[in-house]
């Protein structure tokens, strides 16, 4: 049993990871700002003792003692991240040094949650971890992805300069239960609209890609990176390789939840982009992960949930 900290542990993946690490018998401190993440996603974890919940903004320093960090807090939709820009860069890098400060004086492991974005618009499909990515410096996304791209180099230079023992893992496009309804991102909008009755709003003409993975394979191939040797840095990248264009996407949502939404196309944010698919050949290697959930599964239950939220 360990005392884990979670940073954004109120949020989607944080609340799942809160989740199964007590189910794991450990003892978990979730810390949050409540930016995206609210009180709801760990309301039913309150009652356990071996659970804490703190409202903090981690880009100011903090001071507790726990034996393992997972840091996944910032934003990760891009109207939440792009709303305060400065913001976010500010937490994926004065966040990451303030529990990486934290992991070198406990002398404990740190995990970052980075993201497929730091190989920003790709020019290889699928994209391994070896590929050094190719990202717009000062577009609108840039607080995201080079915001990621510099929590890594941090994550590596403590380990280089520091000795800490670090972990990173590049997740992809995540789906799943406790996403919020204003989320932004594109299942929870597609499902939302379509039980909604409303047109689905595919932003271009739909042929750009995604590969959406499961949030219980997501949470596993965490929790495997977290627990695998020490000399195993990363980053690796976690994701369900099954590639869809945004198009399909939306017409396999509204034929699963039986709307009579249409489909309206609207205009193409800007740097979005057009393909992206994992290459996870070392996270089956190093981890022995692969992820078990296949799109239409992964969507029955989260448009349950919606359905009941709704
Ligand atoms: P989310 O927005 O639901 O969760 C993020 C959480 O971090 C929220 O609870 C938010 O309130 C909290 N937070 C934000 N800024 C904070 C700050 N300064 N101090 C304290 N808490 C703060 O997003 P998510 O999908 O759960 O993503 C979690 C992590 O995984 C993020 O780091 C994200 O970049 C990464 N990620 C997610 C995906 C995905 O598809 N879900 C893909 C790539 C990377
Ligand atoms: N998207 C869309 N309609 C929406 C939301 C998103 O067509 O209502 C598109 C978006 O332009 C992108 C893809 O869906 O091409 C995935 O977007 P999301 O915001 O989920 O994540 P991203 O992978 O872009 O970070």
Redesign the pocket.
Known sequence: MKRILI??G?????SHLCERLLEEGNEVLC???????SKNNVMHLLRNASFELIR????NPFFIEVDQIYN??????PV?YQYNPIKTIK?NVM?TINTLGMAKRLRVKILL?S??EVYGNPDVNPQSEDYWGRVNPIGVRSCYDEG?RAAECLMMDYHRQNNVTVKIVR????YGPRM?LNDGRVVSNFIVQALRGKDLTVYGDGSQTRAFCYVDDMTDGIVRMMASPDDFLGPVNLGNPEEFSILELAETIIRMTGSKSKISFNPLPQDDPTQRKPDITLAGKMLEWEPKVGLEEGLEKTIAYFRKVL
């Not at 903090?56 to 880009?59: A, C, K, P, R, V």
């Not at 996944?72 to 939709?77: G, T, V, Y």
């Open positions: 940073t954004g109120a949020g989607f993946l944080g810390l949050d700002n409540f930016f995206t993440g903090h903004d981690i880009i996944m807090a910032c934003p990760a939709s939440h937490t966040g949650a993201t497929s990621k997740i992809f496009n995540t919020a």
